[in-house]
């Protein structure tokens, strides 16, 4: 299995970096530490995979937040869903468990 995040992640985890540095808000150091990461294509452990499936179903409930990719003010959630790869990091990480699963089960 390849743990290297895709491009849409990387483009994501780079975008949230910019956001936080710009507004001053938005994850905490463990998720700029997975922004960095993932902005470099830095090949992932299966834990760290497994903490991002972590991450977005804890999460996913940001979305709903009062200015959730607000243009100009966006919210800490969103700039934070971006450093941790985004939707494209949702989906990639959540393939890959799933994956990661079958084969634990063989």
Do not use: C
């Not at 994850?27 to 294509?41: E, F, I, N, S």
Request: charged share 30%.
């Amino acid at each position: 299995m390849d743990f290297t995040p895709p491009k849409g992640a990387a483009q994501a985890a780079s975008r949230g970096l910019k956001l936080r540095e710009a507004h001053g808000k938005g994850g905490t150091a463990v998720g700029v530490a997975r922004a960095r990461d993932l902005a470099a294509q830095t090949t992932l452990s299966p834990a760290t995979v497994r903490r991002m499936v972590s991450y977005f179903a804890r999460h996913e409930v940001d979305k709903q937040g009062k200015g959730w990719a607000n243009r100009s003010d966006p919210s800490a959630g969103y700039i934070a869903w971006q450093l941790w790869g985004g939707d494209a990091g949702k989906r990639w990480a959540e393939r890959l468990d799933q994956r990661m699963r079958k084969a634990e089960e063989k």
